[in-house]
């Protein structure tokens, strides 16, 4: 799986987060370029890769340029989705960053279902949408959108590798009713033995 990000010139050595999804100007993905920033202050193996295309995303380029952490952001662009989870299993931390105002607060964010499926540590915007998959300390940590409270999960997190392994580990059980095949077993199947015992 390294070698995946190693043709990108990440090593083992570094701490890897990642974010996929929208690049839309309306997901205001500037506070997690500039929290980002704030951890590697304090933290300086990170690396943040990032999945997805959108109209903001040479705003969020020149950005990560202006604050001199374009050799730490990686904008891997367009990524066919049966791709995506390899992109997964190679990182240390998942972002799920979603604003919270009223647009996205209520939608369930499949990236964090994505995330968790993945045994990855979450570090999720506490939205509504959010608190449906992630459990603050268990399999997750929610925080605050605004680039100070995010930048402090973030460095949390990577300096705690005993609380990564715990998320990690509940990660994936966490979102196991929501396996296809949990959901055909436990949800249509009765669902169409019932309509057939009807008739």
């Known amino acids: 799986i390294w070698c995946l990000l190693k043709k990108y010139g990440i090593e083992e050595k570094f701490m890897v987060l ?3 999804g929208s690049l839309s100007s ?4 500037r506070n997690l370029i500039l929290a980002f920033w704030k951890a590697c202050m304090k933290i300086k193996n990170l690396r943040l890769i990032i ?9 969020l380029k020149l950005l990560a340029e202006e604050l001199s952490i374009s050799d730490k952001v990686f904008f891997l662009g367009y990524v066919n989705y049966t791709e995506v989870p390899k992109f997964l299993s190679a990182a240390d931390i998942a972002v799920s960053y979603i604003p919270i105002i009223p647009a996205f607060d209520a939608q369930p964010p499949v990236k964090t279902v994505e995330y968790l499926a993945c045994s990855l540590p979450v570090i999720a915007t506490d939205t509504k949408g959010n608190k449906r998959f992630i459990v603050h300390e268990w399999n997750g940590l929610l925080t605050k959108d605004d680039p100070d409270s ?3 999960a973030i460095v949390r997190l990577a300096q705690d590798a005993n609380l990564r392994a ?3 580990r509940n990660a994936r059980s966490s979102v196991k009713n929501y396996d296809w095949k949990t959901i055909v077993k436990e949800r249509i199947l009765p669902a169409y033995q019932k309509i057939l015992q009807m008739q």
């Open 51 to 59: 999945l997805g295309e959108g109209d903001d995303l040479n705003h």
């Open 166 to 168: 715990t998320l990690s």
């Open 18 to 20: 990642v974010y996929s």
């Open 26 to 29: 309306q997901r205001n993905l």
């Open 150 to 152: 995010l930048s402090k």
